[in-house]
């Protein structure tokens, strides 16, 4: 009996296990498919955007595209955190004020020091607020302040320097000229330490304690031990956000970029359920995307650039709240 | 795992201890299940079962005592513990994350799937499809996959939580069998719920436990319900002062408040009573009859689904709280920071509904505002030393803070869902001569509490809901304890026999999940 379930389960799979990936993820979709507008509009408004404004696009969207990725593991897990742009700067920094004048083969060490240092930091967040019960919200933010100075005591002004190959792996394009670098190194990035974690029982558990943090516990998962590992992730995915800045800048920057609110408005309109428990981190990518090529489209259209920050707030909560109204009327129907 | 075990007994707790602050939750329980059998964990509201069952599984530690499982020492320090230890429970809530597909929760929990599947059978649900998500999957069929995962893993001591609290009876009676079945082998199960027919069903034995202690283990034969309502009340002389109130002659008035046929979802089906000025009307039910949903409807809060509501002698529907204060009919909840703004002071906590009823809009009359405050903590009297945060009161002085901002409005109709629920006995007489104080000035009360022995001191009749219908109905001299726990446990010879019950429940029930499913 048992046996003949399984086989019709795994005829059928082949057929619907396409149909039910597309109606999981129909909100990246939906995402994707503005973009595709969003593009082509921006072909419409400047004939000239080519090559050269994938690339720049590229380079822009890197460092938030990681951002975006830490804060929605987080968010997934049932947190939020508000110290990713912090960690970023101070991961930045120690990268570049020791990557200065060092041999190539010093610098490959740097780059594994500074990840090892996002994972300590982000196990910092994360144990304080284990330990404490302390909100992830007041930790975060407090942590956002510890982080930022001493990225500063690292660094009192931008400065330092970046290892060529570094620089390399991130600027220009790869091949064809339309395939900028920092696309591909974002896409290898993810698939490497996103795709194997999501689909292990510890991704599975981060849902789980987002989800329901009792259901988890009683099905046998350490609430604690979970939590803190979400935020070592996001503190991993943050240094690497840092070390993107390094590299696409050549040096340290030690004050925080818009990085922190940036990640969550990408982490909102890439689908990711501020309660916890839904989305993914592909989502966001795309809303990173987004949120930055109508930046690039704002100025193409001449518009002042404080107009263009209010334009991106109006879309953010417009796009939501017309996911929302779909998805009850899904539900309704 | 499966050897054969030289001493009788599988699971084996004892001087068990635990206290909450001042509130002993266990004072010396012990348990002990032999293999191959169902076993019954059986006591009143707050005898402690679910501070032991926290315990068995690590969900909790005890402040003392042992517990051993094939005579070897195991303190489970959290759930998976327990479950490495061959502990394993399945809760009225099924443990199941709502957004991840089922085949995910299967892996979250490393089950075999070929025997999920096989348990999923014998549990009667043949076609799921594994990659649909949790939430999608009506809450019914959750359970039972809850249990099919938990069987599946083969543990030494399955431990079922009122597991079939709400479970439709089809699907209830697939649980008895398969749970009966249990018996004989190496295996055992322990057993938790509220129904007398389920434990004579499939229970050996039964474990009771009064007042954080075992207090007997009894044979399950026919018969021995009797047996277990004694040992649950323990020797409750009947030496509560009977009220002394002659039953007032109501001909003539008109009901303060007519409940006919209130239907909600699977959890109400049918309730009808009429509420009189002057009377404390009390509810007597075991947790989860239906009288959550109940009291939510008469306040406003939630929609039933079906029957008429009267007022004063005309229909009503209630679309929010507020249209319930406007009919009159105030609520008391058993928790208080539902109705409290903890951060507030006590004249605030008061003046809060009475405020929005004086005037909606423009600024308040303080000066009103606080004579009536006053008189109202007055005739609570609440203590006031700690006025300006309420929650920093005493919980029962918060209680009171709760009941007093309806008494300076002026109440008609007070429902109070067990609002003694965790407040000390001065304080309990207190509220409860209240109520009886605004009976007498004319208000309607319902109350439920979960304290039966204090129904006769407060209450003129009771009403007994059982599977979301009244079974029966007693006047306060006959409301003794022991009859109330037989009354709630459905017991009693002049209401609807048991099995009649439970079958009514299964025809009704069964049909809303199935619509369910169809969606």
New interface residues.
Partial sequence: MSVAASTVDATRSGLSDAVVVLRRNTWTLGLLVFLAILLVFTRLIQPTYGPTGIQGLANSVLPLALAATAQAIVVISGGIDLSIGSMMALTSVVAASNMQDQSDQFAVAVVIGVLLLGLLLGAVNGAVIVVTRVPDIVVTLAMAFVWAGCALLVLRTPGGGSAQWLNDLVLGPLGNEWVPKAGVVLVVIIAVIWIPVSRSRLGLSLYAIGSNPLAAFRSGVSVGRTKIFAYMLGGLFAALGGLALTASTGRGTPVPGPYTLLSVAAVVLGGVSLAGGRGGVFGPVIGVVILQLIRTDMTFLKLDPNLATVAQGVILIGVVMLGSLLQQRRSRA | MTTPTTTGVLLEASGISKTYGAVVALRNASLSVRPGEVHALMGANGAGKSTLVKIL?G?VRPDSGTISVRGKPRMAH???DA?RGGIV?V?Q????????DVR??L????TP??KF??WL?ELGI?RLD??RLVREVPLATQRVIDLARALAIEPDVLMLDEMTAALPANLTEKVLEVIGRQRGGDRSVIFISHRMIEIAAVCDRATVLREGETVGVVDVTPGSEERIVELMLGDTVQSMPAASRAAQDRNGAEPRLVVRDLTAGTKLQGVSFELHPGEVLGVVALEGQGQDELFDILAGADRPSGGELMVDGKAVSFHHPADAIRAGLVYVAADRAEALLPQRSVRENIALPFVTRLRRWGPINLGRESKAVRGAIKTLQIDTRAAREVRRLSGGNQQKVTIARWVAGGVRTMLCFDPTRGIDIRTKNQIYVLLRDLAAEGAAVLIYTSELKEIPLVCDRVIVVFGGRVVGELHAADADEPALLRAAYNLKADALMPEEIAAEVVAEATDSPARETDA
Avoid: M
Avoid at chain 2, 93 to 100: R, S
Avoid at chain 2, 107 to 110: A, F, I, K, Q
């Fill in positions: 599984t969900a959290s759930p998976a479950r429970s809760y809530e099924p443990a199941l994350i709502p957004d991840l995910s929760n892996r979250l929990t490393e799937l070929h599947r096989h059978d043949e594994l990659g």
